[in-house]
């Protein structure tokens, strides 16, 4: 049954793991660097809930965190350590465990950190809400909750669902296809509405490559690679998404404000940094 499925998270952060360089891992340090505003992450705890990879948790202790990684799926929690050992880390600066987002008890034997980072995590836990709730409860006054959360499109978000559910019906060996397939029609949509927006600015005499160099830079550089994303979006499940104002309204009312946010037009996630308020803690 669906309902009851869950992607192997952990299996396809194995495979990208043997993707993963010294650029990759500077892509990502840059990319902590610009969401959090920092050039170092110095005397600052850090939580990475859902650490996947364990890509983020790197970088973030390279940058002078103390970190503490968790995730659900123990795949994911071997390819955390694995680069942990591979950093050669073995002090008490970066703890790997095994963990649920949705265990209240777990996270609050955690204590509180400075930063609590989950990019693309909660809405994969079938109680995205719930999560949300208990991240929240483990940010330090003044602190930072880094979150990144599928955008809510109404119709296509209803489309992507079913695209998942698709996909977890299908026979293991069908999958790769199915993946490709989606793949490939996601990107001749693209090109359409690329090629239209070109022909809009030849018509307004404008430059009309800028449509094409905006496609061609606008993946952020995290680091990650583009079989392995498609792969979790296509198969990524569970699967919730909210709109901004829900997030926003939903952590205003446990005493944080919005201090940055990136939001995507399609799908794909919107991105949120909020922070503890101290008159509110």
Not at 75 to 90: I, N, P, R, Y
Request: aromatic share 12%; charged share 25%; with cysteine.
């Amino acid at each position: 049954m669906v309902e009851n499925s869950r992607f192997e998270f952990g299996r396809n952060w194995s495979n990208y793991l043997q993707k993963v360089d010294e650029d990759r891992i500077r892509q990502a340090e840059a990319s902590v660097r610009t969401t959090l505003r920092c050039e170092s992450l110095t005397q600052t705890r850090l939580l990475d809930a859902g650490s996947g990879s364990g890509l983020f948790s790197l970088a973030a202790h390279r940058l002078g965190a103390e970190v503490t990684s968790f995730d659900l799926d123990a795949d994911s929690v071997a390819c955390t350590e694995s680069l942990k050992v591979g950093a050669k880390v073995e002090d008490a600066s970066w703890q790997v465990l095994p963990g649920s987002i949705l265990d209240r008890d777990f996270l609050a034997k955690l204590g509180e950190f400075d930063v609590v980072y989950s990019w693309g995590v909660l809405h994969h836990t079938g109680h995205m809400w719930q999560g949300l709730d208990n991240l929240a409860g483990r940010v330090a006054v003044n602190g930072r909750l880094l979150i990144a959360i599928y955008n809510d499109q109404g119709f296509a978000s209803r489309v992507w669902s079913l695209v998942k559910q698709t996909y977890h019906k299908l026979p293991r060996f069908l999958r790769p296809c199915y993946v490709v397939a989606i793949g490939g029609w996601g990107f001749l949509c693209r090109v359409a509405v690329t090629f239209v927006a070109m022909l809009a600015r030849v018509i307004t005499l404008r430059n009309p490559l800028t449509p094409l160099s905006n496609w061609l830079v606008e993946r952020r550089a995290r680091g990650m690679h583009s079989w392995f994303d498609l792969v979790d979006w296509v198969g990524g499940w569970p699967f919730e998404v909210a709109r901004p104002c829900e997030v926003f309204r939903f952590l205003q009312d446990r005493g944080f404000e919005l201090t940055d946010m990136n939001t995507t037009p399609g799908h794909g996630c919107n991105e949120y940094v909020f922070r503890r308020r101290r008159d509110l803690a």
